[in-house]
């Protein structure tokens, strides 16, 4: 876990550097904030709990944006039956288009991405990982706080259904609402 995360953020740091040669509008942004789970299995073992991530936008024409990042969910829970300790991790990658409206200090945003989801659950019944495709949504409002420095408040719901090919098949449904806050850096 913690490898990934040092992955995750130095693939980011390494894009906003990268990002910062390309000049003009491009932003990094870190953020936090609440997971809601859609599915209600998934809600009574897990309960929801904090996000965090980043988010590399770069503006292609007028207020349309070309929008990357990745998000971090961790969690323990309790199994039903057992009340076992088990635990997940879900950790969303994607790549799409944003379109941010008007151009005063406070500028509303929408966006649409393809996800990439990676989903890892272990507890003492076994250990199950598994990845796949999905989507995400997201709406907010970027403030501008000086210079280049933003506040971004968001919200997103995320899609997606993962299947095991095990004998006795299994579906899970990762998806599910997130909202925060994010320090936005514009280069």
């Known amino acids: 876990m913690k490898k990934t995360l040092k992955i995750l953020f130095a693939t980011l740091a390494f894009a906003g550097m990268t990002a910062a040669s390309w000049g003009a509008g491009v932003s990094l942004t870190f953020k936090g904030g609440q997971f809601w789970p859609s599915d209600s299995v998934f809600r009574e073992v897990y309960k929801g709990g904090t996000v965090f991530g980043g988010e590399l936008a770069m503006p292609l024409t007028g207020g349309l944006h070309l929008w990357a990042g990745a998000e971090y969910f961790g969690k323990s829970g309790l199994l039903p039956v057992s009340e076992e300790v088990t635990k997940v991790r879900i950790i969303p990658v994607y790549v799409g288009l944003r379109c941010h409206f008007g151009k005063s200090a406070v500028r509303p945003y929408l966006g649409a991405a393809a996800a990439y989801f990676l989903f890892k659950e272990e507890n003492p019944l076994g250990s199950v990982s598994k990845s796949g495709f999905g989507y995400l949504g997201q709406a907010g409002l970027l403030v501008?706080?000086?210079?280049?420095?933003?506040?971004?408040?968001?919200?997103?719901?995320?899609?997606?259904?993962?299947?095991?090919?095990?004998?006795?098949?299994?579906?899970?449904?990762?998806?599910?609402?997130?909202?925060?806050a994010g320090l936005v850096f514009r280069f």
């Not at 408040?153 to 299994?170: H, S, V």
């Open 144 to 180: 501008k706080v000086a210079g280049p420095l933003s506040f971004d408040i968001y919200g997103n719901y995320r899609a997606c259904k993962l299947k095991t090919n095990d004998p006795d098949p299994l579906e899970a449904n990762i998806g599910g609402f997130s909202g925060g």
